[in-house]
Structures are given as C-alpha cells and as structure tokens.
C-alpha cells in the first residue's frame, strides 16, 4: 500500500469514526419529553392584577432564569382565530399544541359561512327554518350572549335573527347565557340591550321575537367534561320547559339577581321571562332549537340531552318535545355530536399524536376534569377516544364540585403525584399534562384565590421537575393562553375593574433540560411551533406542512 493510500484509508476511518461518534452521541441526546401546559399563565403587559407574580412563584422565576425560554403568541391569528384583536382559549390553544398548524377555528369558519351565505344555504338551515313555517311553530336560539369570541359572538345571533325574518319566520324565542368571563365580568346589560335594540327594530305584525330565559354560564346548561350534569339539567328545565323564577324583562333579571346575590354574570341564577304568570318561551314539539355557541367543549352536554335517541340517562326530563336542534357546528366529530349542524368543522390532521404512533413511541396524558379534554379531544384534532390504545394512555383526576376560589390548589398534587408515578414506569416518550389553576380560578376573578393558585402550581412544578431530572426527560413549561397574569383592567374612564377574560398576552416556553444544551432559533412563534420541537427533539421527521421548530 503507497504512502498516499494508507493516508488516505486513515483519514477515511477517522472520519468515519467521528461521523460515528457525532451519529452515536446525538441519539444518546434524545430523551423522552414532558410537556406542562401551566394553563392561563401569561407574560403581563400592564402589571395590573398580575397574579402570576405577586405571590411566592420563586421556582417558576428561577426556570426562567437559568434555562433556554422565549415567548409564544398564543392568541389571533397565530390559533387561528379572525384578528389579533381576539384573545386565545384552551380549545383553539390545544389544537394549535397537538397539530403543528394554524386551522381557521370556530368564529373565523362561522365568519366566512355566514359572509358567503353558505350557512343560510346548508340543509341544516333549511331544514331549520322550513320546520316551523310548516308547522307554525317557534324557532329557538339558545347560547353564550356576548362578544368575547371564545363560545359565541353575538354578531353570529343578530345575523340569523336578520335573516329569520327575511325567510318568513314568524315566532321566535331567545334564551340568553350570561358571560362575565371572557368579557367584563359585569357586562351582561351591554349585551341585552343590544339584543333588545335589534328585537325592537325586527318586531312588527308579522314577526315576533322575545328573550324567553336566560342564566349564568356557571349556573346552568354550560357544563363541560361531565363535571356537573346538574347544571344540564337546570338549563334544560330552564329553557325548554320554561321552570324557574319569574321576571317581565332580563334586565328585570339581572339587576334583581345581582341586588340580591352580589355575583357576577357567570354566577346569576336561571330566570325565566314570563307575561301573566306564563312562560313566554316554552320548547314544544315541532319547534325548532339552534345552539349558536361554536365551541364544542361546553356545548356537547346540552346537545347530548336534545339528541336524545332514548338512551340519555344523564338526568330525568320532565318532559322531552320533539324538537329539531340543530348545533352551529359539530361539536364531536368522532360521537357526531350533534346530528345535524349548520357549519362544517375544520378536519385537522397530521397531528402530533399520528406522528408518534407512526413511530411507535408511546405517550401519555394527564389533567383533571376540566382540562381533561383539552390534552385528549382537543389536542388530538377534536377526536374523542385513542387512536392507539396500545400507545396511548389517558388519565383524569376527578375535580371537585365547589367553587374554584374556595380550593384554589385544585387537583395540582394529585396531577403531580400522577405524572411522577407515569415517568417512573420508563414507558412513555412522550407525556403530556395540564394544571388548570391559572386559567379557571383566574376566572372567578378573586385576586387572592388566584395568588394561592399560582404558589401551589409553583410547588407542584418544583417537585414534578426534580422527579423529570431524575427520570430522565427533558421538560417543556409552556401556557395555552394568558389570564392569571392580568386580573385587572382601566376602563376608558380610567377606572380600575376586575378582569375575568382570557388576555392578548404572550405566554412562556421554557427548556428545561441539564444534559443539552438546545438554543432557541431566531424568529416569532406561536404555539403551533411546538409541535415540530418536539419532533425535533425526538430525532423524528415532521410532517412538511408543521410550522417550523423553535429550537435551532
């Protein structure tokens, strides 16, 4: 062999050999990953009622300071929502986390359906409407009053009261929930007062339309998870059967109620308006029912009960009109919940969990109750149930039935002790959990319940990241939206009020690993961009239509 030639045999060995090295010591990086949404905990802008901050959050503080972090958006049209004008919420928020991509969700669909005139086109609208022409009964609307964005948005209600009218409708009732929680928590008169502005203007000889009940979200018909299904059924003998506590007007309502209990809108008892000492809107047979809320999560109860194929055992109706009801969209697209509705959801797919399954890697998802869904129905795409049993494993701690600011720790110990024992069985490649204090006693609007929150979320997260380092995963601290952190608000007056609302803030991503050294990449990112980190961190492919890692 020539001089030139064994030099040549050398260094191709070397090179090997280090290609082998540098191949060998990357895959010994890859570990498994535990993914925390610390749910409505936001990065304030303002300072006012930042909870996040106030209390003893020193752990928290301390991952921000010696670990990789950024900042994400979490709210518009980074989730897919119409404007930035629109602040996040867990669904769209999960969706964005599981899939990678930015889907048009509910308000923009609802949007562009109604702007195209393909909503008013659908057979499910047809139906609706041609329904009680023939029978000369009552159409219905019943959902979210308000313009927060998140369930409903009262524009979608004043369109089809508009366009009832112009079809040939004569009768119509509306059965109003009240927010106080993704919008001021006091506001509910804003929105009354608009409805019955545009109820004055329509009425006339050949149109009739009244608010016929009506009651806080908290309180009635907005369940979710099957938390309390007690809350169904108050909202079902409200609405349909026309049972409750008598008033001439809403606001007679309101105003009464709020004298009364010192609450805010979401707690306001059920009301039923009533003329003469009878109901002005009772559900009959051959009346038609339309849900106008576009978020699933709270509306698949409700809808569950008017679906009924004589199976539902949820609660025992007093009485049961046939009615034709109708969702403004599928709220389950798996269940088909419900049967008919008037906008097609977004069918999203290529999601994380696929891509895992496709490679074999097990995963694992933790919450309780109220977020439950959110790391299983929404994080998947809106489907319900596994997609692989043999890879998959959902777990729900059971939340309590009492007032969120009166146990503001929540279920945070038992998710804790839940996902140490999970990391422990070596199994999963991927677990993902979420604490939902941030968000859900953020919403009560109680300052101090939320500080306790957030401290016992701040021990939660030190015990659980010490259990991660000894288990051996990298842990990703992420939020799906913010509130927690801007309790507070100035009114234009300048005027200091509670805030309720989900805010427009950014939200943090923190790296939480002591064996790799990752980098955040330069750029923007949204919570979409997580999807392909932790593909990337996992050594996998990501499908080409993800939006881009955050990690260079």
Same mark, same amino acid.
């Given at each position: 062999?020539?001089?030139a030639?064994?030099?040549?045999?050398?260094?191709?060995?070397?090179?090997?050999?280090?290609?082998?090295?540098?191949?060998?010591?990357?895959?010994?990086k890859?570990?498994?990953?535990?993914?925390? *949404?610390?749910?409505?905990?936001?990065?304030?802008?303002?300072?006012?009622?930042?909870?996040?901050?106030?209390?003893?959050?020193?752990?928290?503080?301390?991952?921000?300071?010696?670990?990789?972090?950024?900042?994400?958006?979490?709210?518009?049209?980074?989730?897919?929502?119409?404007?930035?004008?629109?602040?996040?919420?867990?669904?769209?928020?999960?969706?964005?986390?599981?899939?990678?991509?930015?889907?048009?969700?509910?308000?923009?669909?609802?949007?562009?359906?109604?702007?195209?005139?393909?909503?008013?086109?659908?057979?499910?609208?047809?139906?609706?409407v041609?329904?009680?022409?023939?029978?000369? =009964?009552?159409?219905?609307?019943?959902?979210?009053?308000?313009?927060? +964005? *998140?369930?409903?948005?009262?524009?979608?209600?004043?369109?089809?009261?508009?366009?009832?009218?112009?079809?040939?409708? =004569?009768?119509?009732?509306?059965?109003?929930?009240?927010?106080?929680?993704?919008?001021?928590?006091?506001s509910?008169?804003?929105?009354?007062? $608009?409805?019955?502005?545009?109820?004055?203007?329509?009425n006339?000889? =050949?149109?009739?339309?009244?608010?016929?009940?009506?009651?806080?979200?908290?309180?009635?018909?907005?369940?979710?998870?099957?938390?309390?299904?007690?809350?169904?059924?108050?909202?079902? +003998?409200?609405?349909?059967?026309?049972?409750?506590?008598?008033?001439a007007?809403?606001?007679?309502?309101?105003?009464?109620?709020?004298?009364?209990?010192?609450?805010?809108?979401?707690?306001?008892?059920?009301?039923?308006?009533?003329?003469?000492?009878?109901?002005?809107?009772?559900?009959?047979?051959?009346? =038609?029912? *339309?849900?106008?809320?576009?978020?699933?999560?709270?509306?698949?109860?409700?809808?569950?009960?008017?679906?009924?194929?004589?199976?539902?055992?949820?609660? $025992?109706?007093?009485?049961?009109?046939?009615v034709?009801?109708?969702?403004?969209?599928?709220?389950?697209?798996?269940?088909?919940?419900?049967?008919?509705?008037?906008?097609?959801?977004?069918?999203?797919?290529?999601?994380?969990?696929?891509?895992?399954?496709?490679n074999?890697?097990?995963?694992?998802?933790?919450?309780?109750?109220?977020?439950?869904?959110?790391?299983?129905?929404?994080?998947?795409?809106?489907?319900?149930?596994?997609?692989?049993?043999?890879?998959?494993?959902?777990?729900?701690?059971?939340?309590?039935?009492v007032?969120?600011?009166e146990?503001?720790?929540?279920?945070s110990?038992?998710?804790?002790?839940?996902?140490?024992?999970?990391?422990?069985?070596?199994k999963?490649?991927?677990?993902?959990?979420?604490?939902?204090?941030?968000?859900?006693?953020?919403?009560?609007? +109680?300052?101090?319940?939320?500080v306790?929150?957030?401290?016992?979320?701040?021990?939660?997260?030190?015990?659980?990241?010490?259990?991660?380092? *000894?288990?051996?995963?990298?842990?990703?601290?992420?939020?799906?939206?913010?509130?927690?952190?801007?309790?507070?608000?100035?009114?234009?007056?300048? $005027?200091?009020?509670?805030?309720?609302?989900?805010s427009?803030?950014?939200?943090?991503?923190?790296?939480?690993?002591?064996?790799?050294?990752?980098?955040?990449?330069?750029?923007?990112?949204?919570?979409?961009?997580?999807?392909?980190?932790?593909?990337?961190?996992?050594?996998?492919?990501?499908?080409?239509?993800?939006?881009?890692?955050?990690? $260079?």
């Open positions: 062999m020539t001089r030639t064994t030099k040549f045999v050398f260094y191709f060995l070397l090179l090997t050999c280090n290609v082998f090295t540098r191949n060998l010591r990357e895959t010994n890859i570990k498994p990953i535990l993914l925390i *949404v610390a749910d409505g905990v936001g990065y304030s802008k303002t300072g006012l009622g930042d909870a996040v901050n106030t209390g003893r959050t020193e752990f928290l503080h301390s991952l921000c300071k010696n670990y990789p972090h950024t900042k994400l958006k979490a709210h518009g049209k980074a989730v897919g929502l119409p404007s930035d004008e629109d602040m996040g919420n867990s669904e769209v928020g999960h969706n964005a986390l599981g899939c990678g991509q930015i889907y048009a969700q509910g308000a923009e669909l609802v949007n562009q359906s109604i702007e195209s005139g393909k909503m008013f086109q659908s057979p499910t609208w047809k139906a609706v041609e329904n009680v022409k023939k029978n000369k =009964s009552t159409l219905h609307f019943f959902g979210l009053l308000s313009d927060g +964005n *998140v369930h409903s948005h009262i524009n979608h209600l004043f369109k089809m009261l508009r366009q009832t009218k112009a079809e040939g409708v =004569s009768r119509v009732r509306i059965h109003t929930l009240l927010d106080g929680r993704d919008v001021p928590a006091t509910a008169l804003t929105y009354i007062d $608009k409805l019955e502005e545009l109820l004055k203007e329509l006339d000889n =050949s149109y009739d339309a009244k608010i016929a009940s009506g009651g806080g979200r908290m309180k009635i018909t907005m369940d979710r998870y099957e938390a309390s299904w007690s809350m169904v059924e108050a909202g079902w +003998n409200t609405h349909v059967l026309g049972e409750g506590k008598q008033f007007t809403a606001k007679e309502a309101i105003e009464t109620y709020r004298k009364e209990f010192n609450v805010i809108d979401q707690d306001l008892p059920a009301f039923v308006i009533a003329k003469d000492g009878k109901p002005v809107g009772p559900m009959n047979d051959n009346d =038609s029912v *339309v849900l106008f809320n576009f978020r699933g999560d709270r509306a698949l109860e409700i809808s569950r009960a008017f679906d009924d194929d004589g199976s539902f055992d949820k609660f $025992k109706k007093k009485k049961n009109p046939k034709y009801y109708a969702g403004l969209l599928e709220y389950d697209s798996e269940a088909h919940i419900p049967k008919k509705y008037l906008v097609q959801p977004p069918e999203i797919k290529n999601t994380l969990t696929e891509l895992l399954i496709k074999k890697l097990a995963q694992c998802a933790i919450s309780e109750t109220q977020k439950f869904g959110h790391v299983t129905y929404f994080w998947n795409g809106n489907r319900s149930g596994y997609l692989d049993k043999n890879l998959e494993k959902f777990t729900e701690i059971t939340s309590d039935l007032p969120f600011e146990r503001p720790w929540m279920k110990a038992e998710i804790t002790d839940e996902t140490i024992k999970e990391m422990q069985t070596k999963y490649k991927f677990i993902r959990i979420n604490y939902p204090n941030g968000d859900m006693v953020g919403h009560t609007g +109680n300052f101090e319940a939320t306790i929150a957030m401290e016992a979320l701040d021990l939660a997260l030190k015990r659980l990241v010490e259990a991660a380092k *000894v288990n051996g995963y990298t842990v990703l601290l992420l939020a799906d939206h913010g509130n927690a952190e801007e309790m507070l608000e100035k009114t234009k007056k300048g $005027k200091i009020q509670v805030r309720t609302a989900h427009l803030n950014p939200v943090p991503f923190i790296i939480i690993d002591d064996d790799n050294k990752y980098e955040i990449a330069d750029g923007e990112f949204g919570l979409a961009n997580v999807a392909a980190t932790v593909a990337k961190m996992l050594g996998l492919e990501y499908p080409s239509m993800w939006e881009k890692p955050i990690i $260079k």
